[in-house]
């Protein structure tokens, strides 16, 4: 259960950090694998969230990080469904006898955490309920290291990992990705919205560069094309991976915030 409160402060740390966080390239063929299971499983987390008001997304993260997107295991903790869970937290669910349907056990993992249409699933809110899953164990005892389990497979994490219960290691590699990785990635492509990240307005000046499918081989133009990426990131719902190449992602964010799409877009 979460330990630590959700400030402004952490809510503003939370926000930075997501609209800062790219995938490192080594990764991202990883990371596109794992959304396209998430996506192609979305009705199974919509009918799991939609009995108690919880955003499908944050329940598909849950099933990656906790039972590696396996049906036969406990959203609690990923022991197999065969029984009542046996780590932590034990003996879960209560009620009704083993086996059980994965439905019913994230129906009890979700509600004993006592998520609901009424918690926070703002941006921030939804990072602070996924760390808190996992625990504040990275952030109260070693806070020189963002949590892997958000952030694992990004430019905010590196290395340091706790390789066992209350066992440290600077060293440690994670190696699984991180939720708001994948949060991030799936944001990127559109696939999801937070409730306070309202569509921009589409009255601002635009920044041009030419659409092209591919990265140019002149750097200035690759510096133009990243400035005009993070440029995009500045506004509400807008999440473009500022990898230098002005394509089909960036021109689409463009028009959501200009009403056009770039110079030379097929589509405008």
Known sequence: MPTISLTEALRKEYENLFNACVTRPEYIS????????????????????????????????????????????????????????????????????????????AVDALSMRKLSSRTDWSLAGTLYQLEGYNGFGYRIKHPYVLTPYLWSFSNHYKNGKFIADGTWSDTALSKQCGAAVLLRRMAEHGHIEFPDQPAPQQNTPPLVVSYSMHKSTEPLVVARVVELQLWLNTFPSIFVNPDGVPGKLTSEAY???????????PRG
């Open 30 to 105: 990883t990371v596109d694998s794992i959304v396209k299971i998430l996506l192609e499983n979305k009705s199974r987390y919509q009918d799991v969230g939609s009995k108690s008001g919880i955003p499908w997304y944050f329940i598909a993260v849950i099933h990656n990080m906790e039972a590696g997107l396996s049906f036969t295991k406990h959203l609690h903790n990923g022991d197999p469904l065969k029984g009542r869970t046996v780590h932590f937290p034990p003996g879960r669910p209560l009620k009704g006898s083993p086996p059980f349907t994965w439905e019913v056990s």
């Open 255 to 265: 028009k959501k915030v200009t009403g056009v799409f770039l110079p030379g877009d």
